[in-house]
């Protein structure tokens, strides 16, 4: 199976953009999809396929890939966008197995 | 619009085994593919199996091989987890979702406890 590694935590200035990165071998052949949660909540979808957004997401909410990282990008983060964030993406080793990053904490300051 | 709505919370004993569902609504059951994933208190999403619609059959992590079955009931719109030799690391809050991620149940909060 492989891993997706983010950064533990982050933090950004209101109204500054914020940059969380996803690390993993399966992001050179799937995409990556993230996930907003906020304590108590399921996650919520962001992200999907290459910079989908669902339906009622933001647009302060982008994804890019390079390589093997995947990179949720928020714009003008807001007060709202404190959370934790995952990200998760297809195991690269063909099984379909499913896997997800460690998580990254963000904090608005 | 789509709604996954879980069982509520249980407590179990060591051993002992758990069965959570996980009720569709606003959609047609037979064309959604259901996973399960969990997370323990103050951890990450864990991913633990679902249907794969490319193989069509349901596939499990490793890590949950042989202690884990997900089933459905299409005249219930109704997909069913149960994981089974409940040990004390299996305390967490288990999730639905719809295969793209795209729609979750609220959480069913397991508590193994002797």
């Known amino acids: 199976s492989s891993e997706l590694t983010q950064d533990p935590a982050v933090s950004v200035a209101l109204g500054q953009t914020v940059r969380i990165t996803c690390q993993g071998d399966?992001?050179?052949?799937?995409?990556a999809s993230w996930f907003q949660q906020k304590p108590g909540q399921a996650p919520v979808l962001v992200i999907f396929?290459?910079?989908k957004r669902p339906s009622g997401i933001s647009d302060r909410f982008s994804g890019t890939t390079s390589g093997n990282t995947a990179s949720l990008t928020i714009t003008g983060a807001q007060a709202e966008d404190e959370a934790d964030y995952y990200c998760n993406s297809r195991d690269s080793s063909g099984n379909h197995h499913v896997v997800f990053g460690g998580g990254t904490k963000l904090t608005v300051l | 619009q789509v709604q996954l709505v879980q069982s509520g919370a249980e407590v179990k004993k060591p051993g002992a085994s758990v069965k959570v569902s996980c009720k569709v609504s606003?959609?047609?059951?037979?064309?959604?593919?259901m996973h399960w994933v969990r997370q323990a208190p103050g951890k990450g999403i864990e991913w633990m199996g679902g249907f794969d619609p490319e193989d069509h059959e349901t596939i499990y992590a490793q890590s949950f091989q042989g202690r884990v079955t997900m089933t459905e009931d299409t005249s219930a719109d109704t997909a069913y987890m149960e994981l089974s030799s409940l040990r004390s690391e299996d305390t967490a809050v288990y999730y639905c979702a719809t295969a793209g991620y795209d729609h979750w149940g609220q959480g069913t909060l397991v508590t193994v406890t002797s």
């Open positions: 396929g290459e910079n």
């Open positions: 606003g959609y047609t059951f037979t064309e959604l593919s």
């Open positions: 399966s992001l050179r052949t799937y995409y």
